[in-house]
């Protein structure tokens, strides 16, 4: 149950997808309200150091996912997957782990932009590898809000595919991400 087999997602798979999904709306929302803060609100400065944490954190778990990926046998296709469906969905989870990381590296670079080194929850400090610039700092600041938005359209879509594989297609599509296989042979 822990690993992916042809019929379908075991645990591991399972919890990542549905802990990074849960972290880049949390993110998403607090990269919103973070926005719209004055300086003299106590979420000014706390927000930040939260919307980092669990960025890095993202970015371990994104980093564990594509090496899961590697290690993990892939589910086959449903049999009503047309060629278009599955170039479709390969399209999509490409682009979105594009962004994703993109996303990810640039609010790196925002954080570590003056050489201090980007902390999670004050426990181990990632050090900066470089300073940018203030054009630099505003261009990373621009591609992270856009990409931000861009996997919230994304994974919108990506929602909307899986629920009508459920609801019309009725197909196993949501419920193989929803429900560990069990040890099955290939």
């Known amino acids: 149950m822990l690993q992916d087999n042809r019929q379908g997602y075991g645990l591991v798979s ?7 999904a849960l972290a880049i709306v949390f993110l998403f929302g607090l990269g919103l309200y ?3 803060l004055s300086y003299y609100e ?3 400065h706390k927000g930040p150091t939260l919307h980092v944490s669990i960025g890095l954190l993202l970015f371990a778990l994104t980093l564990l996912r594509v090496l899961w990926r590697l290690v993990s046998p892939k589910p086959a296709a449903l049999p ?5 469906m599955r170039l479709g ?3 999509i989870k490409i682009l979105l782990y594009a962004l994703l990381f993109t996303l990810l590296i640039t609010g790196y670079l925002i954080n570590t932009a003056e050489g201090k080194g980007a ?13 940018l610039g203030a054009d630099s700092v505003d261009l990373a600041g621009t591609v992270h809000l856009v990409f931000a938005w861009a996997i919230i359209v994304l994974a ?7 629920l009508l594989h459920h609801f019309v297609h009725r197909d196993k599509t949501l419920v193989r991400m929803l429900k560990p296989t069990g040890a099955r042979s290939n």
């Open 14 to 20: 399972i919890t990542i997808h549905w802990v990074s």
């Open 34 to 36: 973070m926005t719209s």
């Open 42 to 44: 106590p979420w000014y």
């Open 80 to 84: 009503n997957h047309t060629p278009l």
């Open 89 to 91: 969905a390969s399209a």
């Open 119 to 131: 902390e999670i929850f004050g426990l181990v400090t990632i050090p900066a590898v470089i300073e």
């Open 156 to 162: 919108s879509i990506h929602g909307a595919a899986a």
